[in-house]
Structures are given as structure tokens and as C-alpha cells.
């Protein structure tokens, strides 16, 4: 409590400047030791009895936020009490943040206070967080307690950290299609460059996209085929499942990759860098490569379309 006045002061100097500063990157909130606030009621024994009727402090000012404190009856054997943000740091509109945070009624003649702590509250504009049975009437009024002294009830609020929940919205319209195939034929390619990919586009669910091959791995180190899958059109943004296929010739045993992705942004894709051995590659009982040729075949499911 001895703390709470200079807390508060330090911290009613910060909105002026924070608000002339509206387009600041986003950052955490300054760091605070914790905040505390005292709410003293004073002829405590005339607020009204009814059921679910509400008391509420005035709006204070903490971690670039305002709050209040919101008291409630709840019937004649409980009393409620609550924490409620009425506004965030204009840098982090919108979001949702974790709160750590006691509430208190205080013993007025010793240490015993009675206090419920809340580790994982979380809050945003105009949400609240707390305990509709925060403690019994009777506890209150008890005879043993000091929480009521003089007709006065006096409330604690520590708040001990203030983190933003970053978050991100993503809506998924589902629009299932049956899979599609494409089949690339690379010949001659014993002839392809050592160092560097081969590609191959195409179009698909009228959206164009490419397959990149690296035939002999993506650097003289590199003992594994590469192959992947690019998404060149800029929009829409599918949701889909893929499958990479380096087809065997002989057998039928082609060497498979399954993934799923959402593709944003054109140019996006999705690689295996370590799709196919080169030994296997090129093993002849393997059958990938059969008269200097090698097939790769994608076959993509459109499960939707997202909206970010």
C-alpha cells in the first residue's frame, strides 16, 4: 500500500505521450513494478442488498490501460468482485493480453487480508475478470475479522505483469475440389546442369504453380534430391493437400511426399530438400530413371480458400 501513490504517479504522466505517438511499432508495455490500488467505501452498510446489484470505482490508469474495480452482490451470501479493462494502449488495439493479478480485502487492524490471486486472467476492452464468490458475507461481517471496521470496507488491487496476446485472424472458407494430377516427363537427364534447379509450370484449378527440381541436391555437399512446390498465382489463398511423387518405372513403387499447406503470397512454396537419395536416384533397379528419362508427378486437393 505504501507503494501505490508513487506508482500511480509515475504512471499518470505516461498517457499523454504514448497517445502523440500512435503509429510507434508495436513494442511491450513499459515495464512497471506492480501497481497496486486502494478502493475505501465508506458507509459500506447502505449500499442496496438487492441480488446482482453492482458498485464500481472510478477508472484508474496502469500499464498504458484504464481499469476500474466492479463490485457485486451476489444474493445474500456472496460478494463478487472483478477487475475490468475500459481501455488499451492505443499501440495494441485489439488485442487480447494475459494478467497476473490480486484482489484483497483488507484486515484494518492486522496482516490477515483475505486475497484471491488470478494467474492466467484474460482480458481485453471492455471484458473483466474475477470472482462472483469472492468471499462470503458472513466471512465478511464475521466477528473474528476486521474487514469491516466503522462502517468501511477497504479493497486492494495488485496488478503483477501486463502481456499482449499477439494473435492473428484467419478465416478458412471451405470449398473442397476432387485432386488434380500433373505429370512432368524430364528427358535426357543426364544432360541437366550439375548445380542448379530445373522447373516446370503449369496450371491447375486455374491457378498457376511450379515444380522445382534439384537433381543433384542443392550444393556439391548435398546427397539428396530436392523437390518442391510453388504457388505463382497472387490470389486466391488455398488451403490444400499436396502429394510429390518421383515415379518408379519399373515397379510402381514411386517415392512419395504428402503435405499440407495454406499458400499467401505468390512465389510461396513448400520444399522437401531431402526428398530422394542421389544413390537411390540413380540405382537402376529402382526405376526412377529409365532411358535417360524421369518423371515427377504432383497431384494437389483444394480444401478451401483462407481470408486473413
Known sequence: ????????????????????????SLQTPPK????NFVWKIQKFSLLPSDKGFKCESGDFYAFDSW????????????????????????????????VKFKLSVLD??????????????VLSIWKKWGFSKFIELEELYGV???????????FELEIFSFTPIMKKIETLAVQVYEPQTHKWIIPNFSELPK?????????????????????????ESHRNVSLSLFYESSKPHPSAEFTLSIIDQ???????MTASAVFRLMGQNWAFPNFLA??????????????????????????????S
Not at 484494518?108 to 486472467?121: F, K, L, P, R, Y
Request: net charge neutral; with cysteine; proline share 4%.
Open 1 to 24: 500500500m505504501g507503494n501505490s501513490r508513487s506508482n500511480l504517479k509515475r504512471s499518470a504522466v505516461q498517457p499523454e505521450k504514448k497517445m502523440k505517438e500512435p503509429n510507434k
Open 32 to 35: 512497471i513494478s506492480n501497481f
Open 67 to 98: 481499469w476500474k474495480l466492479q463490485l457485486v452482490k451476489e444474493g445474500n451470501q456472496y460478494l463478487g468482485l472483478h477487475l475490468c479493462m475500459q481501455c488499451s494502449p492505443s499501440y495494441f488495439k485489439f488485442l487480447d493480453f494475459n
Open 108 to 121: 484494518q487492524m492486522g496482516e490477515n487480508h483475505w486475497t484471491v490471486e488470478a494467474n492466467n486472467a
Open 144 to 154: 473474528d475479522n476486521c474487514y469491516v471496521m466503522d462502517d468501511t470496507c477497504v
Open 195 to 219: 548445380m542448379g534447379p530445373v522447373t516446370e509450370s503449369f496450371t491447375m484449378f486455374d491457378f498457376l504453380w511450379k515444380l522445382e527440381l534439384y537433381p543433384n541436391g542443392r550444393s
Open 250 to 256: 519399373i515397379k510402381g513403387e514411386h517415392k512419395k
Open 278 to 307: 542421389l544413390k537411390d536416384l540413380h540405382e537402376p533397379s529402382k526405376g526412377y530413371i529409365v532411358n535417360d528419362t524421369c518423371q515427377v508427378e504432383v497431384e494437389i486437393k483444394i480444401l478451401g480458400f483462407v481470408d
